[in-house]
């Protein structure tokens, strides 16, 4: 055997181990096209029904979406109409009650004062006279204090 007979049996034996190997790579290409067209397959099957269902969810939410609005608006009627009945009543009770109650303040302040007579001929009583000064509680007793 010469140089060129082992060096063609060494080329023959490698593209042979070549050749093999790319044969095997191929089959298990195949294998994995064979198996990814079946999970193609199968997706496509599961999906169609999951977004026939995600339509109608959408389409219940929507509804829904819809119905809430109206509602929103509805309260906000009232609210308007809650503010608007609740500043005419302000309107008309509270300048009245206000000077009612001023009123009553004024008549008892001055039923408090007649019943205390002030002393005469001094405009302010307090420490210079020596005598307390009235108050609107004149008329009651004490309920604390000494004794």
């Known amino acids: 055997m010469s140089g060129g007979e082992v060096a063609g049996i060494l080329v023959a034996v490698f593209w042979a181990i070549l050749v093999s190997f790319i044969a095997l790579v191929l089959v298990r290409l195949a294998q ?4 990814a067209t ?48 609740s500043s005419t009543v302000s309107s008309a009770f509270g300048g009245p009650l206000v000077k009612v109650a001023a009123f009553g303040y004024g008549v008892r302040r001055a039923m408090g004062r007649k ?18 000064l009235p108050s609107a509680r ?8 000494k004794g």
């Open 138 to 145: 004149a008329g009651r007793r004490r309920t604390r204090g």
């Open 38 to 85: 079946k999970l193609v397959a199968d997706v496509t099957e599961q999906a169609v029904p999951l977004l026939a269902d995600a339509s109608a969810t959408v389409r219940s939410a929507h509804t829904q979406l819809a119905r809430v609005d109206s509602i929103a608006a509805d309260v906000q009627e009232v609210t308007a109409n809650a503010s608007a009945l």
């Open 32 to 35: 994995t096209l064979k198996a």
């Open 115 to 132: 019943a205390a007579p002030e002393p005469k001929g001094s405009v302010f009583v307090g420490k210079a006279t020596g005598s307390p």
